[in-house]
């Protein structure tokens, strides 16, 4: 059974220490039965006073999922799964054109820029990812306080070698403006022809592959680019759905898995996955990969290419982000690539809870954080209201209906 103790919290901060005991932590560094502590929103290396205390015997808990990529306002757009496969990511959005004239994409892309944010934040916390980059130019529904989840801002991005204007900055320019010590991201070698095979090398001689670059896709990367990617500190991000869509392959993740230098992402439903979930599914189907080091791209690996050691797993000072799941016994890993969203018992960000199966709503409650009946593809969930605030979103998000 599980409970609830500890009196009501007095203020802001006090509510956000908790002492989550009882439960199998699983990070990186392995898996571990104990508690987890967290004050001021951020994992605590001993109890906090005034904690919180909940019990989740059975159940696991994992870091907050991290998504690498996704076009945060374009998930309301429907997946035209008929379309077909192109030798190159620029011939299929040229040919693609037409379509968003069709009623339905037409529709899709005019709702208010706010809701399209707000839509695809809902998205992505539903299943556990707790930051998702975008990769398009800044919202700013994002810097709004009650947004689903972080959407890093100190990232420099451009579309891709050929698209700019319209699609983002020139590669040279936003690559030499990218913050210190921040990461770039840019839709590279995103093909199987001849044109995304060369992007690499072209890039390099732009001066803008560097330690901090951060490839999105990379279907066309040989492997001797792998190597250089790899020796010079770079990383790439694989979407394998949204490949397999557009370009009929994906790429072999191995190599760059061993070397710690891939991350997972979505690339948004108009394209890729329902949600970071079920793209960790993909990369099951496409790959040797164990699912431990399928975990790691959505954790401690994607960190580390995001640059945020505050991220992506639970020691004491990183960021009290963290998924609730029953624990099913076994291989904790496992367990999670088996998961859907509605599986999910709780999602947590800095210590708050967000998402909560109702047999643990008085956590809410005591957290001092109003929630709201809702179901989640048929189960019953308890939300922070403040996820509800734009109910425009609500109503683009299928399967999420307010009770």
């Not at 061993?258 to 996955?273: E, P």
């Amino acid at each position: 059974m599980k409970s609830v103790s500890s009196r009501p919290p007095s203020s802001p901060s006090a509510a956000a220490s908790l002492e989550i005991r009882g439960a199998r932590i699983a990070t990186a560094g392995g898996v571990r039965e104990g508690s987890l502590w967290v004050r001021e929103g951020l994992v605590a290396p001993s109890p906090p006073p005034d904690a919180l205390a909940v019990d989740l015997p059975g159940h696991l808990v994992f870091p907050g999922l991290i998504n690498l990529h996704d076009h945060l306002t374009l998930n309301a757009i429907p997946n035209p799964a008929t379309f077909g496969a192109r030798p190159n990511s620029y011939a299929w959005i040229e040919e693609f054109q037409p379509f968003f004239h069709e009623p339905s994409f037409a529709a899709a892309r005019s709702r208010p820029e706010r809701e399209r944010a707000w839509h695809g934040g809902l998205k992505n916390l539903l299943a556990g990812t707790t930051v998702a980059v975008h990769h398009d130019p800044w919202c700013a529904a994002f810097d709004e306080p009650d947004f689903p989840l972080e959407v890093p801002r100190r990232v420099g991005w451009a579309h891709s070698l050929r698209l700019s204007g319209d699609y983002g900055p020139a590669v040279p320019a936003a690559f030499h403006a990218t913050p210190r010590g921040a990461p770039f991201f840019i839709h590279l070698a995103e093909g199987t022809d001849e044109v995304a095979g060369s992007e690499l090398a072209e890039l390099d001689v732009l001066g803008a592959l560097g330690a901090n670059t951060v490839l999105v896709h990379g279907t066309g990367l040989s492997p001797e680019d792998v190597v250089r990617v790899v020796t010079r500190g770079a990383g790439v991000v694989w979407c394998p759905a949204s490949n397999l869509l557009t370009l009929g392959a994906t790429l072999v993740p191995r190599p760059l898995v061993d070397a710690g230098r891939l991350a997972l992402g979505t690339d948004s439903r108009f394209t890729g996955s329902r949600d970071l979930l079920a793209e960790m599914k993909v990369a099951a189907a496409q790959s040797d990969l164990a699912p431990c080091e399928i975990v790691r791209l959505v954790t401690g690996d994607a960190a580390r290419l995001l640059r945020r050691p505050d991220l992506g797993g639970l020691s004491p000072g990183q960021r009290a982000d963290f998924v609730v799941l029953p624990d099913p016994g076994g291989d904790p890993w496992e367990a999670l690539l088996r998961a859907s969203r509605a599986d999910l018992a709780a999602i947590v960000r800095g210590g708050r809870p967000r998402v909560v199966d109702p047999a643990l709503a008085k956590w809410i409650e005591r957290s001092g954080v109003p929630f709201s009946a809702v179901r989640l593809d048929g189960r019953p969930k308890a939300l922070a209201s403040a996820l509800l605030s734009v109910p425009g979103a609500v109503l683009l998000e299928p399967g999420l209906e307010i009770s």
